[in-house]
Every structure is written in C-alpha cells, then in structure tokens.
C-alpha cells in the first residue's frame, strides 16, 4: 500500500494538482485524497499544508517526496532492467530508413542505443517507403523511420516523431533560385529528381505527381549523393524534408521551402513497426531517435 501511496502522492506533488494527478493515475478524485490523507495518517504527520483548494509541502512532506521520487525512479529502472533481460534472446534490432534521409540523428540514435545496449547487434538498411514497407510487412526488418503515406493501420505501432517542412534544393544557376521560397506551380517548369530504385519509379513518381502535386518532368537517382550531383548540375531540383538537422547544401544549392497555398508542405514522418513484435529494444530505439528531433526542434 505504501508504494502505491509513494505513486499517488508524487503525482500529487508534480501535477500541483489532485484533479490531474487523479488523471494521471486512473483513479478517481476523491480515491487519491483519501489515500493521501490515509498516508498522512499512519505516518501520523501532515504532508500538505491545505488552505482552501490550495496546498503546499510541509517540510515532512519535501522530504517524503524527494525520497519517494528517488525509490520510484530506482523501481522504474528494476522494472526496465527485469524486461530487457527477460527478452535477451532477441538480441538484434533491424533498421529500415528513407534511401533520400539525409539528418544526422539518426545515426546519432544508432551511436547512442548501442552505447546503452552493447549487446544488441544492429544493421541498418533502406530504401523507398515501399520497399521499406514490403520489408516491415515480411519481416525483413523490426522497425523503419518512413514517411506517412497512407492511413495509419492498426496492425502496426505508428510512432510519429514530427511534421517536418518540405524544401527544394535547386541549382544556384537556375533563376529561382534567387527566391525566398517556391510554390508547386512555379516548380512545374523544373525536372523534379527522385531517389529511388529503378523497380519502384513509377510508384515514387505516382505519389509526389498525384498526391502531393509535384509537377512537370520526373529524372531518378538511385541515392542522396547522386541527386544533389544532378541538382548542382542543374539538371532539376531535389525535393527534402527537414527531418531533424538537414546538411548544408553546398555552395552550388540553393535550398527554398516548398509552398502550397500560402504555407510550407508538411510531411509527417513516423517509426513504424509491426504490434505483434513490439519489444523493449524498439520501443527504446524509438524513444531516443524521437528525443534527439525534439531536442532539434526546441533549439536545446
């Protein structure tokens, strides 16, 4: 009981709120004010110093909440600590991500999960969404970082790590270059380059011409490298996402926002994998790849 009052009370203490640590705790109200006055009750002390709806710690209940804070975070970690030995049979973790994904966290979230978990071997493969799907579907990987393109299904853990804008990096030798940003119609009259496999082409080219509105001609390279060397010539331009921390184009690149109808295109992009695999190393993956975007995102 006293655990569970230890788990009642901090939620208490961090929600400055009985209402919401009530919420947080899926019980009611009235449950959690009686299990804390029945706290206060055998520890024969008073915690709160109450004063209409509002309440602050007595020095007995600073105390009570920075110890019980530390035994709950050292349970969490015997928690978490029990599950990953318990599933130490599953011992790799396969990555799928975008063959045009350029930022650097993700290899960052690679560097990092193997520093937490050095028994984990990993290997990393990718592709277009397609084939990176075709490979969640069979099996071939635990996991993918993907664009959303279709409803999200519920088969599979749909783990959105952000919306990112979309941005087209074009030739500095091509005149709209020279612009702050750059909408689908004017894009139209400028080759659009795909990376893509040439097996999955026609499925690229039906996406970005017909549900998100690229225009005009389509060329295909078969990676990053390859199309910002046909962009630099300027042969078209090369349609990105910021997901996460984009690298410098170059000096011969310019990169502008892609707008439609008077705002940046938006794309979301998502872990996914199968529900029936969920295991704590994908999970962990996962919540650190979503930390270091955050961390991106806020500036810290």
């Not at 299990?35 to 600073?62: C, M, W, Y």
Request: charged share 25%; glycine share 6%; hydrophobic share 35%.
């Amino acid at each position: 009981m006293l655990f569970r009052q230890m788990k009642y009370f901090v939620a208490v203490v961090e929600c400055n709120s009985f209402t919401e640590a009530a919420e947080q705790c899926y019980i009611s109200q009235s449950a959690i004010s009686q299990q804390i006055r029945t706290l206060e009750q055998d520890l024969g002390v008073e915690l709160f110093h109450r004063e209409n709806r509002k309440f602050s710690l007595t020095p007995a209940g600073e105390y009570f909440y920075s110890q019980s804070k530390g035994i709950l975070d050292e349970v969490e970690a015997v928690r978490r600590e029990t599950i990953r030995i318990g599933q130490d049979e599953e011992l790799q973790l396969r990555i799928g991500y975008l063959r045009c994904y350029s930022g650097p966290e993700l290899h960052q979230a690679v560097a990092e999960f193997s520093r937490r978990y050095p028994e984990v071997s990993i290997s990393i493969v990718n592709g277009t969404h397609e084939e990176l799907y075709d490979l969640l579907r069979f099996d071939g990987v635990d996991l993918i970082l993907s664009d959303q393109r279709r409803a999200y299904s519920s088969q599979y853990e749909n783990y959105q790590l952000l919306q990112c804008g979309c941005y087209a990096e074009i030739s500095v030798r091509n005149p709209l270059s020279r612009r702050n940003a750059i909408d689908l119609e004017s894009l139209k009259h400028t080759p659009c380059i795909l990376i893509s496999s040439r097996e999955q082409q026609n499925t690229e080219q039906d996406y970005f011409q017909n549900t998100l509105g690229f225009g005009g001609k389509f060329l295909f390279a078969e990676n990053l490298e390859e199309g910002r060397l046909m962009v630099a010539g300027n042969r078209g331009f090369l349609p990105v996402e910021s997901v996460g921390t984009l690298p410098p184009a170059g000096a011969a690149i310019k990169r502008l926002p892609v707008m439609q109808n008077g705002q940046q295109l938006q794309r979301n992009y998502c872990v996914f994998w199968k529900k029936e695999r969920t295991n704590y190393y994908i999970e962990e993956f996962a919540a650190i790849l979503k930390e270091l975007l955050r961390m991106v995102q806020t500036g810290r």
